[in-house]
């Protein structure tokens, strides 16, 4: 037995043995033998891992069907990067004809809308083809974003007896913070800039600090983005001819992106920062 390991005869053999000697004189043991200090188990969860990874047919195919869902499209950042320059693109061009259409109107004395359409026409017919125009958008929230919302809030298509009508506010309330407003209806009805109250019209882009929105105009057509920040939007949901849903929308608290607030879950918490809504001195 090795003398250095005199534990082994002390400790161990002591507790199972009568005669500690016996394993020894029997040749039971090595006289050379050692203990080793294990690895913790890792040979072993490595020859599991091993038998995981074994490669069969439908361990490819899982693995590719995987990949492919998992990978966005290849021209993901291109494709995004060109949406948003042809956006921007769009919104100047845009309001660069708006103030030629307003100069041209303002020099020819023209004040009516239809006048001033028909003379675009014919004298600046590039000035009235790049001119924002409101009928194009209404599909966009009669059509489309009316039908999600309904279908969202499970409201039914045809309401004749709205006191029959009940509808839960707070899931209700919870939808509306996660639904996307690309194409919905606003109005502003309280801002910290005055000059923007009363302002209406068809969103067209849900940024995340402002709301675009394609404007009808008395004269022309007008694209204004609205901040967030600082105003409190109105919005409507008709459930028939006569009667509609009323929702008011805080923006500071809105001022996310509609993919990002999708997934986010709003808490209650202080509304100290809200108060000058209330009252102006604060």
């Known amino acids: 037995m090795?003398?250095?390991?005199?534990?082994?005869?002390?400790?161990?053999?002591?507790?199972?043995?009568?005669?500690?000697n016996k394993p020894i004189s029997d040749n039971r043991l090595l006289d050379t033998l050692l203990i080793l200090p294990t690895d913790g188990g890792v040979h072993q969860s490595l020859r599991r891992n091993k038998n995981k990874?074994?490669?069969?047919?439908?361990?490819?195919?899982?693995?590719?069907?995987?990949?492919?869902?998992?990978?966005?499209?290849?021209?993901?950042?291109?494709?995004?990067?060109?949406?948003?320059?042809?956006l921007k693109d769009y919104i100047n061009c845009s309001k660069s004809s708006v103030r030629n259409a307003k100069r041209i109107a303002k020099e020819q004395n023209i004040i009516k809308k239809n006048t001033l359409i028909d003379y675009l026409q014919k004298n600046h017919p590039q000035v009235w083809e790049n001119l924002p125009k409101f009928n194009k958008f209404r599909p966009m929230h009669e059509q489309l974003w009316m039908g999600y919302i309904k279908e969202m809030l499970n409201i039914p298509p045809e309401i004749r007896d709205t006191s029959k009508f009940n509808i839960n506010r707070s899931q209700a309330l919870f939808k509306l913070s996660m639904a996307d407003y690309n194409g919905s209806f606003l109005k502003v009805v309280k801002s910290v800039n005055k000059n923007m109250?009363?302002?209406?019209?068809?969103?067209?882009?849900?940024?995340?600090?402002?709301?675009?929105?394609?404007?009808?105009?008395?004269?022309?057509?007008?694209?204004?983005?609205?901040?967030?920040?600082?105003?409190?939007?109105?919005?409507?949901?008709?459930?028939?001819?006569?009667?509609?849903?009323?929702?008011s929308i805080l923006g500071d608290r809105f001022k996310y992106r509609s993919s990002d607030r999708a997934g986010r879950k709003f808490k209650a918490r202080r509304v100290d920062d809200m108060l000058y809504y209330v009252d102006s001195s604060f």
Not at 2 to 20: A, I, S
Not at 205 to 216: A, L, V
Not at 220 to 233: A, L, N, Q, R, Y
């Open 2 to 20: 090795d003398r250095t390991q005199q534990f082994l005869k002390e400790c161990l053999f002591t507790k199972n043995f009568e005669d500690p």
């Open 53 to 86: 990874l074994k490669v069969t047919l439908g361990t490819v195919e899982e693995a590719d069907i995987a990949t492919a869902s998992s990978i966005k499209h290849p021209n993901y950042r291109r494709i995004n990067k060109n949406a948003r320059v042809a």
């Open 197 to 247: 109250i009363g302002i209406k019209g068809i969103v067209i882009w849900d940024s995340q600090k402002n709301f675009i929105m394609m404007t009808e105009g008395t004269l022309v057509d007008e694209i204004k983005c609205i901040p967030k920040k600082g105003t409190i939007f109105a919005l409507e949901i008709p459930i028939n001819d006569k009667d509609a849903l009323q929702f």
